[in-house]
C-alpha cells in the first residue's frame, strides 16, 4: 500500500496568515501516460464528515474559497491556506487514488494562535 | 443536493456481526460507484470497500476482506455493509461515500470521495 504522511500533525496560525501542511507518499502518484497526480485534500471540521477541497492535487472542487490551494507532484505535496480564516478550523487529510486501496494521511489539525 | 444517511450502528461484542445501511437521495444511485470509509478513534481515514453501480464488482481493504460484505439495493437507493467476525480494530466511525471512481474489467479504481454521510458509530467491545 502506498504510505500518505502528513507534516506537521498540528499547527497553529493567526488570522490572515498563512497556513501550510504538507504530504509526502511513499511512491509517485504521478501518472505518467496522463500526467495527473493522483491526490486529493479534504478538510474535516469538528464533528462533521470530509469535504473535498482538491482533487488532482491541484483543482479546487466548485465553491472551495480561492485561498485554498494545492501544489506539489510525484511524492510531495503541498494545502496552502493562504489567509486563514476562523471557519477554516478543521482537520486536513491528503489521499492518493493513484493505486488500490486509496489511502489517506495521519491529518493534520489546523487551530487559531 | 445529493445526500447519504448511514444507520445500524451500535455496540457489538467482539465476533458478532451487524448490517451498516447508507440511504442515497438526490441522484441517480444506480449511476454511482459506493465506498465505506472508516475512521478509528483519533485515527486517520480508512478506505474499507467499494461497489460498482450495478453491484457486480466489488473490493475490499485487506483488513476486511473475508468478513465484511458490500451490497447495494438500486431500487431503494441504499448501500449497505455487512460486518461478520467483528474485532475491537473494527470501532470506528464508518462514513458511507459517493466514490468518483469508476469500475472497468473485474475492478473498481476509487478516487476522491464526496460528499459522504454524517457518519454511523460501530463499537466493538466486551
Known amino acids: 500500500d502506498i504510505v500518505m504522511t502528513q507534516s506537521p500533525d498540528s499547527l497553529a496560525v493567526s488570522l490572515g496568515e498563512r497556513a501550510t501542511i504538507n504530504c509526502k507518499s511513499s511512491?509517485?502518484?504521478?501518472?505518467?501516460?496522463?500526467?495527473?497526480?493522483?491526490l486529493a485534500w479534504y478538510q474535516q471540521k469538528p464533528g462533521q464528515p470530509p469535504k473535498v477541497l482538491i482533487n488532482?492535487?491541484?483543482t479546487r472542487e466548485s465553491g472551495v474559497p480561492d485561498r485554498f490551494s494545492g501544489s506539489g507532484s510525484g511524492t510531495d505535496f503541498t494545502l496552502t491556506i493562504s489567509s486563514l480564516q476562523a471557519e477554516d478550523v478543521a482537520i486536513y487529510h491528503c489521499q492518493q487514488y493513484y493505486a488500490t486501496p486509496p489511502t489517506f494521511g495521519q491529518g493534520t489539525k489546523v487551530e487559531i494562535k | 443536493e445529493v445526500q447519504v444517511l448511514e444507520s445500524g450502528g451500535g455496540l457489538m461484542y467482539p465476533g458478532g456481526s451487524l448490517r451498516l445501511s447508507c440511504a442515497a437521495s438526490g441522484i441517480t444511485f444506480k449511476n454511482y460507484v459506493m465506498s465505506w470509509v472508516r475512521q478509528a478513534p483519533g485515527k486517520g481515514l480508512e478506505w474499507v470497500s467499494v461497489i460498482s453501480g450495478s453491484g457486480s464488482l466489488t473490493n475490499y481493504a485487506d483488513s476486511v476482506k473475508g468478513r465484511f460484505t458490500i451490497s447495494r439495493d438500486n431500487s431503494k437507493s441504499t448501500l449497505f455493509l455487512q460486518m461478520n467476525s467483528l474485532t475491537a480494530e473494527d470501532t470506528a466511525v464508518y462514513y458511507c461515500a459517493s466514490d468518483s471512481g469508476y469500475c472497468s474489467g473485474n475492478s473498481c479504481y476509487s478516487r476522491w470521495f464526496d460528499p459522504w454521510g454524517q457518519g454511523i458509530l460501530v463499537t466493538v467491545s466486551s
Open positions: 511512491q509517485s502518484v504521478l501518472y505518467s501516460s496522463n500526467n495527473k497526480n493522483y
Open positions: 488532482w492535487a491541484s
